[in-house]
């Protein structure tokens, strides 16, 4: 299965599988379009397509895209997921080579590296209008008002691209951008996104930071924003590793290489130092932020869009909505990869109910004391996982999945005083509204597995009970006979 390069494909795929509705109903992205998402989001529903946007004749606005597992496996043109992070573990780590034939083995793998590299176009889509100067205006786009106290209209699902000054990579990141007035917008740049960063060596330099807004093309590239991927991996390279080939891109005039297939580019830039007052927003803790932060300004210098534009759009609040689904996917994306890094871990489930970084369930093959603990160290210094504010470890044979064996584990295995581990001082999701400062809070840690003797008073763990199999066999081979239902 071949992993569409463009929305439009995508969207067509979709159709043709019954996993995409046509709305022709007159609505509105402030809040009308933005509620309908929000309950089909809910109900499992399907993706969507507005041909009828009001105040904005001629655009098309598309959201849900990415609601269901089905669907992003679709977009990636992947079975299982876990797949892409094998196929990337296998890039980033092997032994290094000994004999001739492994040498040339080696060559070979280098050389397939190519495949997944950007692949650089002479023509993009979104070059049938260019407009500049008075005409490059942002209130022109059907962006979305979500929520009636959100400061304003956003871009919800839009990819911001920059160059990062210290590796020269491409950074992609799905964060939010409040639209500012017909030039200007405000991208949400929290202190441990990688665009803050190169925006930090941006102002430590004096110089300007040139930034790409794009909505909708290659749809592994808009996934690859949403994705925690480490610096110094370039996130076109990662899109390309997910989507098993290279990405198309053009390069704008300034600098910055994007999706050929994109349907809108926004072109601009940051001056250093220049911020302004963003939100309120309606975010997916489902509340609005507290309190009202400055963040980066950007000045349209260029839009750029496809003829009969479709915007893509997104809502978020209390969950399930959409971005649980994404959430999900790289947690099954990145999985591979965390279980390189620390080889014991067998599972790992972050519940949607837990919004992301609210909680994590992480099963390990224990094998010495205190190796629960270990893991949770481990993991909170590994990448967005320290944001993770609640961590839950258990044995091997408890499923993540099933929060009735979790919380079975939690209740039977747990000594508050003994295996509950709580952090103070320790950095935190910026959004999270349980915390006084943003960005810093605290951890909790709950070590649920099985304790050995040395974790025990050097005494041996209760025998767990388990029925007679010679019982189990006998009842088995009579059970139906029963009438009794179940098994």
């Known amino acids: 299965m071949e992993a569409p390069s463009d929305l439009r494909e995508l969207l067509e795929l979709l159709e043709s599988r019954g996993l995409l509705k046509r709305v022709r109903t007159p609505l509105s992205p402030i809040l009308e379009i933005p509620e309908v998402l929000r309950r089909v989001m809910r109900s499992g529903g399907p993706a969507v397509l507005f041909e009828n946007v009001e105040g904005y004749p001629g655009w098309r606005v598309v959201g849900n895209v990415f609601g269901s597992m089905e669907r992003i496996k679709l977009a990636l043109g992947v079975e299982r997921l876990e797949d892409i992070g094998w196929r990337l573990a296998g890039l980033l780590w092997r032994p290094p080579p000994t004999g001739v034939l492994e040498k040339l083995s080696s060559l070979r793998d280098v050389a397939g590296l190519a495949r997944f590299t950007p692949k650089p176009s002479r023509r993009a889509s979104f070059e049938d209008n260019v407009l500049e100067g008075d005409e490059a205006d942002l209130n022109s786009i059907p962006a979305f008002k979500s929520w009636p106290r959100d400061g304003g209209r956003y871009f919800t699902f839009a990819q911001v691209y920059f160059r990062e000054s210290r590796s020269g990579t491409i950074g992609i990141g799905t964060y939010r951008v409040m639209l500012k007035g017909a030039r200007e917008a405000v991208i949400h740049w929290q202190l441990h996104k990688r665009g803050r960063h190169a925006y ?155 919004v992301f970084h609210g909680i994590a369930i992480v099963s390990i093959r224990k094998t010495y004391p205190g190796q629960a603990k270990k893991v949770m160290m481990a993991l909170w210094g590994l990448g967005q996982l320290s944001l993770t504010k609640i961590l839950v470890v258990v044995d091997h044979d408890i499923d993540v999945n099933d929060l009735n064996q979790v919380m079975w584990a939690v209740a039977a295995h747990v000594d508050p005083q003994r295996d509950v581990v709580v952090i103070p001082g320790a950095h935190t999701d910026h959004l999270d509204p349980a915390v006084v400062v943003p960005g810093y809070g605290s951890k909790l840690g709950i070590d649920a597995t099985r304790k050995l003797p040395e974790e025990y008073g050097w005494r041996e763990w209760p025998l767990e009970v388990e029925p007679d199999p010679d019982t189990v066999r006998r009842i088995d081979l009579v059970w139906d006979e029963m009438g009794l239902g179940g098994s």
């Open 200 to 354: 930090l060596d941006a102002m430590e330099k004096g110089e300007a930071m040139r930034v790409a807004v794009v909505v909708g093309g290659d749809p592994a590239a808009m996934l690859a924003g949403a994705m925690p991927v480490p610096p110094p991996v370039d996130k076109l390279f990662f899109a390309g590793v997910m989507a098993g080939r290279g990405i198309r891109v053009y390069k704008l005039p300034s600098g910055i290489l994007v999706p050929s297939t994109a349907e809108i580019v926004v072109e601009g830039f940051i001056e250093p130092g220049r911020e302004s007052e963003e939100g309120p927003f309606g975010d997916h803790w489902g509340y609005y932020d507290k309190p009202v932060h400055r963040f980066p300004v950007m000045t349209v210098e260029r839009i750029w869009m496809r003829d009969n534009p479709i915007y893509v759009g997104t809502v978020v609040g209390k969950p399930p909505l959409e971005d649980a689904y994404i959430g999900k996917a790289a947690e099954r994306i990145f999985l591979p990869l965390i279980k390189t890094l620390i080889p014991e871990i067998v599972d790992v489930n972050m519940p949607v109910y837990g």
